[in-house]
């Protein structure tokens, strides 16, 4: 239809007409409708949280005035001078990314024999409830989780009640007397932080992991057998490596949500800072707003590492 002929059209069937030759290009051209329909969420990836992430990084190369207690928007290297220099930001560096290898180290350990019998013994039905189960804390508050952890390894909880009840209540206070672990209770520790912690993250590791187990051949692990290895060599030569790719994919999880979370630390740490309590502290208004940029970078830059060595591991391909 000409132009002339269709601005004859009344003022409905030309916007028909129209929208009907815009579809009919868009399908010709299926590159612009991908683009089309990926722009809103591309725009606010870009605007909203890259946005953002490179606000943060140029306030980091700022410094702030000692006198004046304002940002002076000069480029410089202060803020990480100051946070590489100075013993007590190593020192929560170090913390943080301790606690959260420990974390990591423990949600594998105790993933895997779970996500195993999930993967290679449990029917339907059986499969079902630990989806259920796995799934089930998560359905809850996680603020509601963490005062519950709280409640049961204070000195009135559940868990010193069994140690006095059973006779170990001097093994607890050896192990709170700890300067590494301990604290003046559970609740009040590293190893209750770490307790609470790997509760928290844990089904984070074993759906990944399961996940990977279930790609693991079967024939692969009769083979095995058929051919004289034992049930170590198996699991070492066999199982293991093809898993690998699952508990790296796990440890993405486990170990950057350690490595930023701020609240678990408030309600069940110790005076001792983490890096998220650092940049909540340094970013109020007394605070130091380059230095707390400083120590947001610190995960962005450990975790980029991070992501490096798990794609070499195949850790995306179990997501």
């Known amino acids: 239809m000409s132009a002339i002929a269709s601005a004859a059209l009344p003022a409905p069937q030309r916007r028909g007409l ?5 579809s009919t290009w868009l399908w010709r051209h299926g590159a612009w409708l991908t683009l089309l329909l990926l722009l809103p969420p591309l725009l606010w990836l870009g605007v909203v949280y890259l946005g953002s992430l490179i606000a943060l990084l140029a306030h980091s190369f700022f410094r702030l005035d000692e006198f004046s207690g304002q940002v002076v928007h000069e480029l410089g290297v202060t803020a990480y001078i100051e946070l590489l220099t100075q013993r007590a930001n190593l020192d929560i560096i170090l913390r943080t990314v301790a606690m959260a290898a420990a974390v990591t180290l423990a949600c594998a350990v105790i993933a895997f024999p779970i996500a195993y019998m999930a993967a290679r013994f449990a029917g339907q039905k059986l ?3 630990f989806y259920l189960a796995v799934m089930l804390p998560l359905w809850s508050s996680y603020l509601v989780r963490v005062y519950a952890w709280k409640l049961i390894l204070a000195k009135e909880g559940i868990v010193n009640w069994a140690a006095q009840t059973t006779g170990l209540a001097w093994l607890l206070d050896a192990v709170l007397a700890l300067p590494v672990i301990g604290g003046p209770s ?19 590791m074993i759906l990944p992991v399961q996940a990977a187990l279930e790609r693991v051949p079967p024939s692969l692990i009769e083979a095995s057998a058929d051919l004289g290895a034992k049930p170590r060599q198996t699991f ?12 790296a994919a796990g440890s993405i999880f486990t170990f950057s949500l350690t490595l930023g979370d701020y609240i678990v630390p408030y309600i069940v740490g110790t005076s001792s800072l983490f ?45």
Do not use: C, E, H
């Open 275 to 319: 890096i998220g309590q650092a940049v909540y502290i340094q970013q109020g208004t007394a605070g130091n707003i380059p230095l707390a940029a400083a120590f947001s970078i610190v995960p962005i830059a450990i975790m980029a590492v991070y992501l490096w060595a798990a794609k070499r591991l195949g850790a995306f391909d179990a997501l």
């Open 186 to 204: 559970l609740s009040v520790s590293y190893l209750g932080m770490f307790l609470v912690f790997t509760y928290i993250w844990l089904p984070y």
């Open 236 to 247: 070492r030569t066999v199982i293991l490596p093809l898993a690998l790719p699952g508990i």
């Open 18 to 22: 129209a929208r009907r030759r815009l």
């Open 127 to 129: 499969k079902a409830l």
